[in-house]
C-alpha cells in the first residue's frame, strides 16, 4: 500500500468492474467527479470547485480525466499515472463539459439510446452545463457505484480491521478520562487527543452522552459535568489510512450501575449479540434489525430502541447497506457494516453497543474486539 491509497493493482481492479457494471446497466459510461466515489475509483482526494474535474469511464475506450491545469497537482498522490489514464487539462475559456462528452465518444451523445451516469455527489453547478451540452440531463450512477462500493475487497477489509483495533485502543483508554466533575466537553478533549495518537488521521465524530443527554443517540457533548452513578454513552470514530473509518460505541458507568440500569443493559447485549448471530450471506438486512428488536421488544423495550440496527462504513462514516427494516437488501460476503443497538430513556439515560462486522461465507467478522459489558469505572469514596 502506497502512503495514502492502495496498490495500483487495487484501482485498476475497480476501475475495469466499474467500467463492466456500467456496460451491464446498460450505460454510455460514468462520470465520476471529486468525492468518496471518485476516492474509491483511483485513490484521488481532489476536491470539487467551480472549475470541472471529472473521471470519465465510457462503456467503450479508455477512461479520461478531465483536469483543470492549475489543479493538475491535485492528481499527484492518486494512482492516474500509473494507471495509465489520460489526462485531458483544460485552461480558462476552454469547455470542459465538451471535453467530457468528448471522451465518452460517440455513445456520450445518446448514442443506442444508452443513457450516461453521474456520481450522486456531481454538484448542479456542473451538473447542469453537462446535461446542456450532452442533451438531456443523466442519470444517477448510485446503482453502480453503491453496488461496488458495499463489498469490500481484501484490501478494505484489511484497512477495517487496522481502524477498529485502533479505535479499540482508544476505548482501552477512555475509563482514565472519566471522573466526577469533569465534564463532556473535557472527556472528548482527551478522546479526540487518543484518536490522533492511536494512529487515526483525525476525527471524525465524539458522541459523551452522560447521565440524560445518553438517551439522545446524537447528543456531542457539553459541559454538563459528570456525576457519580451516571451511565456515559461514548460513540468515537475517524479516518485510518487510506482513509477508512472506524465507529464505535461503548457505554459506561461512574461507579456502581442501579439495578434498573444492569438488568436492562444486560438485554441490551443479548440484543447486540443476536444481530451478530443472525448474519450471514443470503440474510436479508432487515432480518438482522428484526433479531435485534426482537430480543428488546420480549423485555418490552421495544419503544426505547429509536434507530435503525446499522450502518455500512467505509470510506464514508455512513454508507449502503443500511440495517433497517423494510430493507430487503441480501447480505454478501464482504459487506461491511455497524452492528449498535441502543436504548433511550428521555430524561434519565441511554446506552448503546457498536461493532463493525464484515460478512463472511458463514457469518460475521466483527473489528472491534473490546468487551460487551457495561464498563464499570469505580470513584472514590468521599
Known sequence: MTQGRFS??????????????????????????????????????????????????????????????LELASLRESAVSELGVTVRDWVDGEDPYQLVVDALGEAGLGGAGRATAVTD????????????VLGVVPVLATEVMRTLRMVKDAAEVDALRKAGAAIDRVHARVPEFLAPGRTEADVAADISEAIVAEGHSEVAFIIVGSGPHGADPHHECSDRELQVGDVIVVDIGGPYEPGYNSDSTRTYCLGEPAADVASRYEVLQRAQRAAVDAIRPGVTAEQVDAAARDVLAAEGLAEAFVHRTGHGIGLSVHEEPYIVAGNSLPLQEGMAFSVEPGIYFPGQWGARIEDIVIVTSDGALSVNNRPHDLVVVPVGSS
Do not use: K, N, W
Open 8 to 69: 495500483t493493482e487495487v484501482y485498476a481492479q475497480r476501475l475495469a468492474t466499474a467500467a463492466r457494471a456500467a456496460t451491464d446497466a446498460g450505460l454510455a459510461g460514468l462520470i465520476v467527479t471529486p468525492g468518496y466515489d471518485l476516492r474509491y475509483l483511483v485513490g484521488s482526494r481532489t476536491q470539487t470547485f467551480e472549475r470541472l474535474t471529472a473521471l470519465v469511464l465510457p462503456s467503450v475506450g479508455d477512461p479520461t480525466i478531465v483536469v483543470p491545469r
Open 121 to 132: 455527489s456531481m454538484p448542479a453547478l456542473h451538473l447542469l452545463p453537462l446535461a446542456d
